[in-house]
């Protein structure tokens, strides 16, 4: 009896691992990203929401020139984008805008001189 308590502890330990990372998500978060934020930043505007759950369906409460409003999400891909600490000499250029604007696994990342894509990392 000992050995099968095991082994299921094993199974469900195994079973578990291999669950998406979207799994960790908030409470009332919702599946999806938020576009990219490139609007200037108003002197001193109030968040039009605090959470996904105060948007309306397909709606995400995202930063969107810099204070968080509900906004049309869209698809996002697994992993994270690379960190990047280069410094950009040359005027922003960006080469994507969302993440399926990248073939495969590619994501659309923000680096020193705009977006472009990448390998996600994981973690």
């Given at each position: 009896?000992?050995?099968?308590?095991?082994?299921?502890?094993?199974g469900?330990?195994?079973?578990?691992?291999?669950?998406?990372?979207?799994?960790?998500?908030?409470?009332?978060?919702?599946?999806?990203?938020?576009?990219?934020?490139?609007?200037?930043?108003?002197?001193?505007?109030?968040?039009?929401?605090?959470?996904?759950?105060?948007c309306?369906?397909?709606?995400?409460?995202?930063?969107?020139?810099?204070?968080?409003?509900?906004?049309?999400?869209?698809?996002?891909?697994?992993?994270?984008?690379?960190e990047?600490?280069?410094?950009?000499?040359?005027?922003?250029?960006?080469?994507?805008?969302?993440?399926?604007?990248?073939?495969?696994?590619?994501?659309?990342?923000?680096?020193?001189?705009?977006?472009?894509?990448?390998?996600?990392?994981?973690g």
């Amino acid at each position: 009896m000992r050995a099968w308590s095991l082994l299921l502890l094993v199974g469900l330990l195994a079973l578990g691992s291999q669950l998406p990372a979207a799994s960790a998500r908030k409470k009332g978060e919702k599946f999806g990203g938020c576009p990219p934020d490139d609007g200037p930043c108003p002197l001193s505007v109030p968040d039009h929401c605090m959470d996904d759950s105060q948007c309306p369906s397909r709606m995400k409460c995202c930063y969107k020139a810099c204070f968080r409003q509900c906004v049309p999400m869209v698809s996002v891909k697994r992993g994270n984008c690379p960190e990047d600490r280069l410094r950009c000499l040359s005027p922003i250029q960006h080469l994507c805008n969302k993440d399926s604007d990248c073939r495969g696994s590619s994501r659309c990342c923000l680096g020193a001189c705009g977006r472009d894509c990448r390998n996600p990392v994981q973690g």
